[in-house]
């Protein structure tokens, strides 16, 4: 209730969008980051004619309902999912981002076709999140003056004043990032106000600006002011004072005045009347334009270019051992022109995660010519995992663009928030995690994912690729790329891979495939990344023993389980053993296997041949453990892992 | 090279530590929080006295040595395992408090027992990360003077200039938060500057300082103030040119002249006289306050003080149903008074997450005597969930403190780097981690777990508990305390669960037992927390089928890991099929289980009774999966899924 007046204003007066057409390109976007308050959003997309309805509201929070308990972006209206905390005013400064970057590819004078405002609403729990921190500095550094922030100081969070934790002064700390900043020191009643502040922001265009609205919350409730009305519903009374105080009639719920909602469709009608001209000028730009218009048609409709794939690079056994990260970096640069959606990015590491395709310029500021401008394509998001995560979920929010960003593996640990919520969302958003495991040696445990596999592996829509060779890196590519409704995490290594014997980006992008067939094999052995040729390696190894062994390679979980079931008990058949071996936590690959091999303790400082070394994953370590394993299964009846009882 | 003036002044000057007792509680503590600079640390370790030899300088980074690429906590002199960004400076923030609250507790007049400064070195990086933002917004809060960080302003992170991505106003920012500013400009030469810094910074006792000190990157190479001196070595003439140019012989190599051998010693002696002191003040202290002094005594040995686990509660199936997160207050509110060492806290949440005992302080600044004082043991961690289990390792790793920390589970995620940390550096720290799955009912699927336990589960030396009834989270609670090597996760549900005829806190306490025996089972179904009364339910379902089923309860894997194998395969038997039955990804189960009954997609916003019959997990649910177990088994030789073959 306290931030209803700003939700008044912003839709009644600024907002421009039309509720008929929801995806209407040439729409602000609006995001909630304080999702926990999604009645006020819920409640203005119904007022304001979106396809919401007064049953969805009494809904609410209900099984099968459009309405959960805090709001997704399946739902017209919604530009993000929002409630964990700090995410949406993130997502926003992704939004703006995006934005810009597109005004500035497609724009021309007289043709301000994209041209539109972010606003966001965020409250004190977002403030504290460091997710926020992290994409407010970088929103500053961007300049990223199209988007502007209401901070809804309402004093109150669960625990109460927000006194007992949080006695910072923000608008100083986001002056401090570069923010202008403002202040509306009476939210609650004062229209003109917040009226005056958002003409005011909207003059500000080389920042970023916070519109500080100092409101009540539970504004008119007997309880107004207090954290119990922060989760909690009204008293049956004090809902009635409350109605009565403006003007309602208490016996009534549910009941939308007629004067609302001839006010509001004004605006609903103007939005359509506006969503008309936009459409006139693209129609102009188009004759005028033709090539840039088609372009920018087929990237609003989500549409990649015919034949892009085609650019992604194929290896065969005679071309030389190439670390995955640098596979990786070839198949950026190759596609990169033919795709001018994708947009870059790394979380600092450029030079050791090789996100940046030679020859291109950073997206940066246009103030700043000599380091790049708004038509650059690859975003410095400085030592920032969870806000660069958080960026590019708003960025693919955004439509037109595939974001992809870069880190070490182990570092995407921090954006869990973002990746999670990437994966709701169907976000199309690439995670380029290099330096994948105990292979990137000198820098130690507090470097070497052990956990994160089992963990990413375990978030439902979540691709995460982890590629053995050259095709294998490319397949994950493809894979990333046209699967537009579940994001991805590729898995690269900073040591040298051979190209293997057996691999195409075909068999790649099912997931997983056998790479080395064996007749009436005695054991199978299934691997992904780096370990993938020092399987094979193994089974040679056995070869001299006179065990037949062959090679699973399983890039990606996600998407072999996508696989017919014929073709995956193909791949995982009965009657074999087989033996997992990856150099991470063997947690979840009892799915895949009988037995297995990996790392369940933190891992090793030391140069990476010695790294493993120690753990034993070289050809004579895992054909011992292979061994082991067939000689347990010896005379036994041995079931696929893949069967199931349902 | 940069830091080497600042850290000689540090440790030479100020720095309180005697290197032949590392541990000595009286010490300063330091911590560097730009890990991958820890050739310095080494260096300074070394030439202060501490047992860092030559021959480990030498083996920086190799395999087997004491000096992995970052610090660990294992070595002596380093306080924090550091490396990944923006944590050391938060574990800063914990040790500072840690500081507070057992001076405000024990210090009398005259007996200025506890009394040591926290410094920290942090860098650009540090200062991108949320976490670090998160941690200093709380420090400025809880106002505290005695941490003393330096930022080491050389422009420079792996991308190139911090400009690129950084141009933020870091003491403007900093001064937001509540921090006193400092700003050494020229940190390469001016050694009297940083003293009069530190020495300015000692007399504000109401704010954490910060000093920025502006250095040049590898001060003195060719290369000085480039991104190239980041991560790689020098070049051969580089050191050759550098060691002239700061009067070393360039034909030697690890070579400590004599002066500088002389020079430092008297600090280590001035160390070792400073412990003697405090020795001394302790034993008359013993004399004044004895009940005190044998109390710290006791907490700075890490003892826990006898017989404090007989007020764990226990109960009987004639008690009712309680939400684990009630029984988990019931918990707290018994063991607080007996022991001491607990400080709990909450990232917001409290009133839901219940991990505040009641009559008890809040740990705030004594300038603020409304809300509690530095003797309080409550701590408002506000809505930073990464930032408060940073904060956690720094105060497990003060020493005399157990940390504990609310939130729901689903955001423990946010903190997943600080919770990696706990594992590697085994740091004492418990999570209350309430709203455990999708019973927390209609927030929906943006605040329910389902990746979330197999990711914890997967890491090394973490205890992931998720106890079913009062006595499985009294026996949680006693392993997370009584286990000072292995930080807990205790996960906890919003709704009410019935206490289970044939729990006991002895048989949970191993982590996993037989709850429901039965004689020649036809199925097993093993389950946690909120789930195992519903499969308790499900075998009562079964009988009327005439299928005999039993139960076996798993709170928690690491602990049961531990047990005999003997044991374990009592619980898990070889001839019965289990299924596992968790409201999560069965990502992991397959471990303990020949099928998985859990959740592979987001939740569902809806009251937790209706979303639980969403998805079969009701007692007819989990009996029918539980039938078709053990008619796809029948007949076969089943084993027992915990056998390896190696």
Not at 322 to 339: G, N, P, Q, Y
Not at 610 to 632: C, L, M, N, Q, S
């Amino acid at each position: 209730m306290g931030l209803a007046p700003l939700g008044h204003v912003l839709f009644k007066n600024f907002l421009n969008f039309n509720p008929k057409n929801p995806k209407w390109a040439g729409r602000d976007r609006f995001v909630l980051s304080n999702g926990h308050a999604c009645v006020l959003l819920y409640s203005l997309l119904h007022l304001f004619g979106y396809d919401v309805t007064l049953d969805d509201l009494k809904n609410f929070r209900q099984l099968g309902s459009r309405t959960p308990g805090h709001p997704e972006n399946d739902l017209c209206g919604v530009e993000v999912t929002t409630g964990p905390l700090g995410q949406g005013i993130a997502n926003a400064v992704g939004l703006a981002l995006a934005e810009s970057q597109l005004a500035a590819t497609f724009n021309k004078p007289g043709y301000d076709l994209i041209d539109n405002y972010t606003y966001a609403i965020f409250g004190d729990g977002c403030m504290q999140e460091g997710v926020a921190s992290e994409a407010m500095s970088l929103a500053g550094h961007l300049k990223l003056g199209k988007l502007i922030a209401f901070y809804d100081d309402n004093h109150i969070t669960i625990d109460g004043d927000t006194n007992v934790s949080f006695t910072e002064d923000v608008l100083k700390r986001l002056e401090a990032y570069g923010w202008h900043t403002i202040w509306v020191k009476d939210g609650n009643t004062d229209l003109a106000g917040i009226t005056a502040a958002i003409e005011e922001a909207k003059k500000v265009t080389d920042k970023p600006s916070v519109i500080k609205v100092t409101t009540t919350i539970g504004y008119g409730s007997k309880q107004q002011g207090t954290h119990s009305v922060h989760g909690a519903a009204l008293k049956k009374d004090d809902i009635v004072q409350l109605k009565e105080q403006f003007g309602f009639d208490p016996e009534q719920n549910f009941v939308i005045p007629k004067e609302v909602t001839e006010l509001y469709a004004q605006t609903v009608k103007a939005g359509a009347e506006r969503e008309v001209e936009w459409n006139n000028l693209l129609s102009k730009y188009s004759k005028e334009f033709p090539e840039l218009a088609s372009e920018l048609t087929r990237r609003l409709k989500g549409e990649l270019p015919a034949g892009w794939e085609k650019k992604l690079p194929t290896y065969s056994t005679s071309d030389p051992a190439i670390a995955s990260r640098k596979l990786s970096e070839t198949v950026l640069t190759d596609i990169f022109e033919v795709l001018p959606e994708l947009i870059g990015g790394s979380a600092d590491l450029t030079g050791s995660n090789l996100t940046r395709p030679k020859d291109i310029n950073d997206y940066q500021p246009t103030q700043d010519p000599a380091s790049g401008d708004y038509t650059g394509r690859y975003i410095r998001y400085g030592v920032r995992e969870h806000g660069m995560g958080a960026v590019m979920n708003g960025i693919a929010a955004y439509g037109a663009f595939i974001p992809y960003g870069g880190t070490f593996l182990n570092f995407v640990s921090y954006a869990a928030g973002a990746v999670r919520l990437s994966a709701l969302s169907h976000h199309h958003v690439i995670w380029v995690a290099t330096h994948d495991s105990i292979g990137l040696g000198e820098d130690g445990p507090t470097h070497q994912p052990i956990e994160t596999l089992a963990h990413f592996r375990a978030i439902p829509n979540l691709q995460v690729w982890r590629p053995a060779d050259g095709n294998e890196t490319s397949a994950a590519y493809f894979k990333a790329i046209t699967n537009s409704h579940s994001p991805s995490i590729i898995c690269l290594s900073r040591q040298n891979l051979p190209q293997l014997e057996g691999s195409s980006v075909e068999k790649a992008s099912k997931g997983g495939y056998t790479l080395v067939e064996a007749e009436n094999p005695d054991v199978l052995i299934v691997s992904t990344g780096s370990e993938v040729y020092i399987a094979v390696d193994a089974v040679k190894e056995l070869a001299k023993e006179g065990i037949k062994a062959g090679v699973i390679s399983l890039p990606d979980w996600h998407t072999f389980n996508q696989q017919p079931q014929e073709y995956r008990l193909s791949v995982f058949p009965d009657g074999v053993p087989i033996l997992s071996a990856e150099v991470m936590s063997t947690s979840g690959w009892q799915a895949y296997s009988h037995q297995q091999f990996g790392i369940n303790r933190f891992g090793a400082s030391g140069p990476y041949q010695d790294v493993y070394k120690y753990f034993e994953f070289t050809p004579e370590g895992i054909a011992k453990r292979a061994k082991a394993t067939a000689e347990y299964y010896k005379g036994q009846t041995v079931k696929s892992p893949l069967h199931k009882a349902f």
